[in-house]
Structure formats: C-alpha cells, structure tokens
C-alpha cells in the first residue's frame, strides 16, 4: 500500500516545524521511462529553497533493483525514497549508498541536506497483527495445499515460487511466528517455520487473519488476453465446479495484480453487471495456486479452495453458506 500524501505531509511538518507544506504529483512523470511509472509513484514538494521529488515503490521491489531502476532519474533533481516501514539492515543500506529516504514516524535521512532524524530507537511496542499480509497469506495457503504431509517449510522457496522477494519471506516469517502458528528455525542461512498441529488445525488457527484475496471486482464486454495457462475461474463460477451450488449465466475469472496492470489499459468496464458481460475479479495476490494434478486438468482450472472459501466468507447468502461449509469439508488436508 502507497503512504499517503497527508502521513507523510504530517511528519515532515512535526519533524522539521514546516507549516505550508504542499506535496504535489511530480510533473514530468509521463516523460520517464515506462521502467519508473510502473514502479514507482511520484510527488514534488518545496523544501526550503529546494525542489524535492518524493518516489513511493508500489511494488515489494529489492532495494538493490530499486537502486538501478532510479539511476534513470533526471540526475539535477533532489530524491528522496519514501517507505512505509524499513528493516535495520535496509536503512543501513540506503545510507551506505547515499541515498535519501523517508519513512514516517520513524527515520528521516536527507543526505544532500545533512539531516539525519532517527525516531526508531524510541520505538513503541509493536501493534499485534490483525490480518496477514497477501502475500504472506499466499505463502501459507500455498504450503496448506501444496505441501499437505509437511510439517516443516520454507517461505523463501515458496516466495521464490510465487515470485516474491527475500524481504517479504522474511516478514512472512515474522508475521506467521508472532501469531503462534509457527515456530522458526535456521538451517545454514536459511530459515524454515514447523508446527506440531496438523493442516486442519493451523487453517481453522489462522482463520480469524485470513482476509478476501479479491481487491475488486469489474464487469466488462472487452475481450482481456491471456495466455491459456493464466485463465483461472473464481467466484460463483468456481464454487459451482467445487460444490452443487448454481452457476450464474456470466462467467466470472480471477486476474492476479500483474495481469490487471498488463490488460487495464484495454479494458472498458461497466458501471455495473450487465447481461452477457464478464466479471473479472482482480486480486491481492497470485489465484492459481492448486495441486500440480489439478492444474493438468483438461477443464479450465478454478482459484485454489482455500482463497475461493475466504473470497466468500462474508457473503450472508445461505445458498452460499451452504455451499462453503460443502467445501471445507472437500478441503484435503
């Protein structure tokens, strides 16, 4: 999630005493190279006597990526990086390559201005976790289905798999420990999670956590392009392959966030559903996420149960209550 203008407004008008601070969206950002629009959003604001450009990664981007890809900055141009939270071993990063960043309520590192404010060693107690992060609920939805006998895993290869970085395994890790669901433990450099409690357990645990994987959904008459590998059902029209419930007559499919940003662009949506219209449900993270047997299915795959039963779970329709208690007890632990 982007920080927003006012937080970080806020902080630098208490941190530095400014009082008519104003954060614009940065002018020139349809002239940068496409590279820097999809990975970062801009804004400018006025510091004093200079002119300084804001970049927020919207992505979970390694920082040594984030480093290059902001070598194709104008180079006249004061660059400050904005982030909602750093690890210690990332900000001693930043500052070794000179790189000015921010992160509210935390640290302010200015390096062409020689200010340095750090606010982390009077850090408070950290607020408990109240809903996993997508992508680490991926990661252990992918290990419930995927690895059903294991009672040891390794986020960072199934980060890998689901093509996240090293940083967010490890706050995976963090996140899944702090909530009692796992234990940690290294082998060599690399760090593994075990449970004594079997699948089940550790599903119905981590269930009050758990959150929809579906961001939005859009209705649209435009043809989207996929490859046949990525075409994916989701919604009623999965339940209704899973369980006895009815489809409708639309067919809905699930687009993971690259898809949506690939497509968007050529795609009119619809105010709202119309006959003969599809629905296409964009979501927090990757939705093909089933049995490699599954997958070889000669008919078009559906979402993975787990996501599909928390895309529904608030839903208030009996037909639909019905349906997902139908395919819990289909889950195969």
Known sequence: MLISKQSIAQYLGSTLGLTNLTLVDYPKTQQLPYLLQDEFAFLQMELGRYLVTLAMPKKDTPLRQIRTALTHMPKDELLVLCFESLASYERRYLIEQKISFLVPGNQLYLMELGIDLREYFHRQRKAPVRALNPATQAMLLWFLQ???????????????????????????????????????????RRKYLRSNDGHEVIWQKAKAY???????????????????????????????????????????????????????????????KEPGATCYQIWAYEPRMQRSKDANSSRTPCVDALSLWLSFRDNGDSRIELALSDLEKKFRW
């Open 146 to 188: 995927n690895q059903p006998l294991a009672s040891e895993w390794s986020p960072s290869e199934i980060a890998a798999t689901l093509q996240y970085s090293n940083m967010t395994a490890s706050r995976a890790v963090a996140e899944l420990v702090e909530l009692g669901l796992f234990e940690e433990f290294s082998l060599g």
């Open 210 to 272: 758990l959150r929809t994987p579906v961001k939005f959904e859009i209705w649209t008459h435009s043809p989207v392009f996929l490859r046949a590998s990525e075409i994916c059902l989701a919604g009623i029209s999965a339940l209704s392959k899973l369980t006895m419930v009815n489809a409708d007559q639309e067919t809905c499919y699930a687009l993971s966030p690259a898809q949506w940003r690939e497509n968007q662009t050529n795609i009119t949506v619809l105010p709202e």
